[in-house]
């Protein structure tokens, strides 16, 4: 494969990567649980009664956690715990509690409990087999690179040998580069007035790259050069290369153990899941009983039984303390459901105009008026899009028009949409995030870099722009305006709902807590 492709795959194969997290709680969270954190009219709040919603609540947040945050941390879970207790209150004194519907729910999460418990105890020694714990830690590892790679960037002068006035004259444009490059010009700003790759208008930048994800003759240079180091130029069967290095990221060496753990704890919890999942159809099997078609109405008749099983062996206070905790819980939820349900979250037809004069800007409400031009992929190849992708971006670096090149496409099977319109963001975002980002980010007339879909279908504009298979996108905005609003009614009427009910729920939370006559005493929890 040329080495153009060769970059060109790394270049559109880019990946995001995230940031490691320390879950270790602060000195404070670990102080006697007999603190009392907080006190409300109905009684007081203990460290040891919210350590564990703490300890949730800091696994999802980054760390490490400021005293500020933190404080908020245990704002915001002293409130919920206030705030479900007052619920719970107020329904029992509503005679909530009394209801049929209410004692069935919960009846059901006593016998989830039962049954959850009854299953933890049967599948507690169940484990995954060692071959295929063996198996799964070498996949992995293999697929973790501990190899250093590099980033870098690359001007690509199209040469081929079979062609000699071209060569020299690359030759000559190289020499004009080197000459720019030695009175100090911008490397990526030369990449993206010469180059002929199809990453010259990114200013010919690759991001983090292996070394064998290159091909030889480039690697041998790229991985050769310091950082900050320009390459001599670089002959190749297509052209004439120039690299800069940009940056170094060492190779680290795979923790065997600590992966082996990791899939150890994974499989194990698939077997056990595995395993509760035939004890389940077991208890059915055993009781004769025919179950249920609906999933839900399934797992209830499941852990019906299976909780009468469970209650022959005798419940510990331990077990009774979590079906009463259960009990209360589902009619916390089911009471705070029946205030929400009874919130008038109806937004009138002069609110669904109002907010379409009024949000022009709004997501939901822009027009987004395209042209686009797609070259589709045959086969595994990408040489093919690849190069008309480079044509496309000399044509417009030098000048060209985008309209001829939709008027004259450089392939005969090259898909257009003209003039297209009511983009629909949702789905396209569903379908290629990397074609979304890159439309959010143009201005009426600009038109994007080269942008590899990698299918199996794009939708762009229902059902006027609709690319199948994988390919290369050059997208120009032509305009912005504001779909008319019989095309978006029913999106603005689901956001009113959403924002109606988030009020709500806001209304009532507000109402709980000033009525609750909260004081959070030791603010770091």
């Not at 120009?476 to 009614?489: C, E, F, Q, W």
């Amino acid at each position: 494969m040329r080495i153009e492709h060769l970059l060109m795959g790394a270049f559109l194969a880019l990946a995001a990567t995230a940031g490691c997290r320390d879950a270790s709680p602060p000195a404070e969270a670990r102080r006697d649980p007999e603190t009392v954190v907080a006190r409300w009219k109905g009684g007081e709040v203990r460290r040891g009664e919210i350590q564990e919603a703490l300890d949730r609540r800091l696994a999802a947040v980054p760390q490490p956690v400021s005293p500020e945050a933190w404080k908020e941390i245990v704002r915001q879970v002293v409130e919920r715990r206030v705030r479900a207790t007052m619920l719970f209150d107020e329904a029992q004194e509503k005679g909530f509690s009394d209801q049929p519907e209410m004692r069935r729910r919960q009846t059901a999460a006593e016998e989830r409990v039962l049954a959850e418990d009854l299953l933890a105890q049967e599948t507690a020694s169940v484990r995954a087999a060692e071959p295929q714990v063996a198996a799964e830690v070498e996949r992995r590892r293999s697929a973790i690179s501990s190899e250093e790679a590099r980033k870098f960037s690359h001007v690509f002068l199209r040469a081929p040998e079979s062609d000699p006035a071209a060569r020299t004259k690359a030759a000559a444009r190289m020499a004009t580069i080197r000459q720019e490059l030695d009175r100090g010009a911008n490397f990526n700003q030369l990449a993206e007035k010469y180059s002929t790759s199809v990453t010259a208008r990114g200013g010919g930048r690759i991001e983090w790259t292996l070394r064998r994800s290159l091909n030889r003759t480039a690697a041998e240079v790229i991985f050769a050069l310091k950082e900050g180091e320009v390459s001599t130029v670089v002959a190749s069967p297509d052209g004439l290369h120039l690299f800069r290095l940009d940056g170094i990221r060492p190779g680290k060496p795979v923790d065997v153990e600590a992966l082996r753990r990791t899939v150890r704890q994974e499989l194990d919890a698939e077997a056990r899941r595995a395993a509760m999942r035939a004890r389940r159809q077991q208890e059915l099997d055993a009781r004769g009983v025919e179950p249920a078609n609906d999933a839900a109405e399934r797992q209830e008749m499941e852990n019906r039984l299976l909780a009468e099983t469970r209650r022959t062996r005798g419940l510990t206070p331990e077990i009774e303390a979590r079906i009463a905790e259960a009990r209360r819980q589902a009619v916390i939820e089911a009471y705070r459901e029946a205030l929400i349900g009874r919130l008038d979250t109806r937004p009138t037809e002069e609110e669904i105009a109002r907010y379409h004069r009024e949000h022009a800007d709004a997501l939901l409400l822009r027009d987004f008026q395209i042209d686009l031009l797609f070259f589709p992929q045959t086969g595994d190849s990408v040489a093919d899009v690849y190069a008309a992708g480079e044509a496309v971006g000399t044509a417009l670096r030098e000048g060209g028009s985008f309209d001829d090149l939709l008027r004259r496409p450089i392939r005969p099977d090259a898909q257009l949409c003209r003039e297209a319109h009511g983009v629909d963001l949702e789905a396209l975002g569903r379908t290629s995030i990397r074609l979304r980002k890159a439309l959010l980010r143009l201005r009426p007339g600009e038109i994007t870099p080269a942008i590899y879909l990698d299918g199996p279908r794009t939708d762009v504009a229902p059902g006027t722009c609709v690319l199948e298979g994988r390919g290369v996108a050059f997208v120009r905005l032509r305009g912005l305006g504001t779909r008319p609003l019989a095309d978006v009614r029913e999106a603005i009427r689901s956001a009113l709902v959403k924002e109606k009910e988030a009020a709500g729920i806001e209304a009532v939370r507000q109402r709980l807590l000033a009525a609750s006559g909260l004081e959070i005493l030791v603010p770091e929890g």
